[in-house]
Nanobody, 125 residues
Framework: VQLQASGGGLVQAGGSLRLSCAAS????????MGWFRQAPGKEREFVAA????????TYADSVKGRFTISRDNAKNTVYLQMNSLKSEDTAVYYC???????????????????WGQGTQVTVSS
């Protein structure tokens, strides 16, 4: 599975961005998909995940109510809608794919087998 993330950029605090992650590969739609982020000097952290079927979602507490993850299996694409952005959301955002049981997700980066190249999100205050 190959992943291509896009949609990052520079935005003012309070603004919005939508990240996209296009997956390719014969069974790309059968993976749980997640977004992680890593800020300079910090460890990679979980942001959100969606199951490959059933629409089950999981969010980090820091983004609940502001970010929404969704996927379009027909297009093999997962999205991360980010609203009410804060300066602390500044990071490189990575999408990842994990083989998971039906309808489940994971917050652990260890179970994600495939990773995109990352897209920079910068929120100015």
């Amino acid at each position: 599975v190959q992943l291509q993330a896009s949609g990052g950029g520079l935005v003012q605090a309070g603004g919005s961005l939508r990240l996209s992650c296009a997956a390719s590969g014969r069974t790309a739609s059968r993976y749980a998909m997640g977004w992680f982020r890593q800020a300079p000097g910090k460890e990679r952290e979980f942001v959100a995940a969606v199951s490959w079927i059933g629409g089950s979602t999981t969010y980090a507490d820091s983004v609940k109510g502001r970010f929404t993850i969704s996927r379009d299996n027909a297009k093999n694409t997962v999205y991360l809608q980010m609203n009410s952005l804060k300066s602390e959301d500044t990071a490189v955002y990575y999408c990842a794919a994990a083989p998971r049981p039906l309808g489940s997700t994971s917050t652990s980066y260890r179970v994600y087998d495939y990773w995109g190249q990352g897209t920079q999100v910068t929120v100015s205050s």
